[in-house]
């Protein structure tokens, strides 16, 4: 049912480009860069051709949302089916490995701050260990040199 939709779509595309195409403007449209203005005179009439082009393009612009909407019902229902049928890449399948490492990591590093343990290597590290200083004294700083006189 889609695809017999998809392509009456398709159809109705084409046929409204072409009579649009076809309307004489200022610049008498496609019938006059095809040396038609003639023609479209003897075939349509003189005011003939105006009045059945729009009222053809009318009809195709109502039959095409018509058929942009049925489109968009039935897919609607055709997504879920085909996301659930579709393959993951190897990217998402890695990322996903990732992302699934990273929360275990962090449950972990949740579970021993709980337990009071102390943390494993490549957490991050305190001031006072970079620094072996203890929390609540001052870093001891050399004594400043005089500059010499001479």
């Known amino acids: 049912m889609f695809s017999f939709l998809l392509i009456i779509h398709i159809l ?10 076809m309307q ?11 040396g038609g203005g003639g023609l479209t005179g003897a075939v349509f009439g ?3 051709a105006a ?4 009222k053809a393009t009318t009809v195709l612009a109502i039959f095409f949302m ?5 489109l968009s019902l039935l897919s609607a229902g055709r997504t879920a089916v085909a996301t659930t049928t579709t393959a993951t890449s190897s990217v998402t399948e890695a990322a996903q490995q990732d992302m699934a490492t990273q929360q275990q990591r962090a449950a972990e590093q949740a579970a021993q701050q709980q337990a009071g343990q102390p943390q494993q290597e490549g957490s991050t590290a305190l001031p006072e260990d970079v620094f072996d200083v203890q929390p609540g004294t001052q870093p001891q700083t050399p004594p400043a040199q005089k500059p010499d006189s001479q």
């Open 24 to 34: 004489s403007a200022k610049g008498e449209g496609l019938a006059g860069a095809f």
């Open 46 to 48: 003189g005011r003939g």
């Open 12 to 21: 109705i595309c084409v046929a409204l480009i072409i009579v649009v195409l």
């Open 51 to 54: 009045s059945f082009l729009s």
């Open 66 to 70: 018509i058929s942009c909407m049925g």
